[in-house]
């Protein structure tokens, strides 16, 4: 068995502006949007993953989700011109990824991160 894809599913009952978050924070492009749903992409071929963890490290709690990005402090501040709370960081972790936290408008903790090196 191969598995193809890992789709994260944000349940909100406001789509549009939970997709005007990620679109404006990190550039995403809508693949699709029937109103209920949309979805976004970036383009980019990643490995799928799934992280199990009892913490977010460094006394954080863990997020819903990572988003790796190529450079963590665009993006943060990005975040910041939007006016987009930084709950975390950035802040430069041990195990050699440079990152931050915020929260999208349903709630949702989101680690945005860069490995450094």
């Not at 809508?30 to 460094?58: F, N, P, Y």
């Not at 006394?59 to 006016?83: F, K, M, N, Q, W």
Request: charged share 25%; aromatic share 6%.
């Amino acid at each position: 068995m191969v598995v193809k894809r890992i789709v994260s599913n944000i349940a909100t009952t406001s789509p549009g502006e939970v997709r005007a978050f990620y679109v404006d924070l990190l550039e995403l492009d809508v693949a699709m949007d029937l109103g209920w749903i949309a979805t976004l992409v970036s383009g980019e071929k990643a490995q799928t993953q799934i992280s199990i963890a009892s913490e977010g490290g460094s006394g954080t709690p863990v997020p819903d989700l990572s988003i790796e990005v190529d450079d963590v402090d665009a993006v943060h501040r990005r975040a910041e011109e939007l006016g987009h709370e930084i709950v975390y960081g950035p802040a430069d972790e041990p195990w050699g990824v440079r990152r931050f936290y915020l929260k999208d408008p349903s709630g949702k903790l989101v680690n945005i991160l860069t490995h450094k090196g």
